[in-house]
């Protein structure tokens, strides 16, 4: 029969090495945890970045739309003569040199620190074939983020019979250059 103390010494002697790999395993895993929240949180922040970029050019366009349309509508717009289009819908937009020669800046002043331009609009007219008497406008605005690359594009198709006013308004999915 082994004595008491020669077998807790044979005891001791086997768990005396498992501590170190064991704090060694929990401070790896806390680690790998604490990396891999830290990889999310940026990545999270920086969707809400690029989320509110979005949002500040899609607001800079939908005013510059609005502004020019109420413009239009109320024929304040002075100096300002509409591009003329083709018989079919208004493809000027979609130039660039057409756009950037053409189009308008409907704010004298617009913040600096939310968007890296002021919103433009272009105005473009075209004839409706079924209704002669109308006159069609298609017009287009683009604003800006915080930097050039973030850019919205809305338009609004506006159609004047008389003193009905129509509106048809779409988000423009794809930036045209």
Known sequence: MIPFQCRSRRLRARSQGIALPV??????????????????????????????????????????????????????????????????????????????????TPFASWPVSLSVRAPQCLIETWRLSNRANAQAFLVTARGYGRSADSQMWLQLQLVIDGSVVEKHWRRIAARPF
Not at 50 to 73: E, K, P, Q, Y
């Open 23 to 104: 704090v060694l395993l929990i401070a790896a895993m806390m680690l790998t945890t604490s990396a891999a929240w830290f990889e999310q949180t940026v990545a999270a922040a920086r969707n809400a970045a690029g989320i509110g970029d979005h949002l500040i050019a899609l607001h800079a366009a939908d005013s510059a739309l609005t502004a020019c349309a109420r413009n239009l509508v109320n024929g304040s717009l002075t100096g300002v003569s509409p591009v003329q289009g083709a018989s079919g819908e208004p493809v000027g937009w979609k130039s660039q040199t057409t756009f950037e020669s053409s189009a308008i």
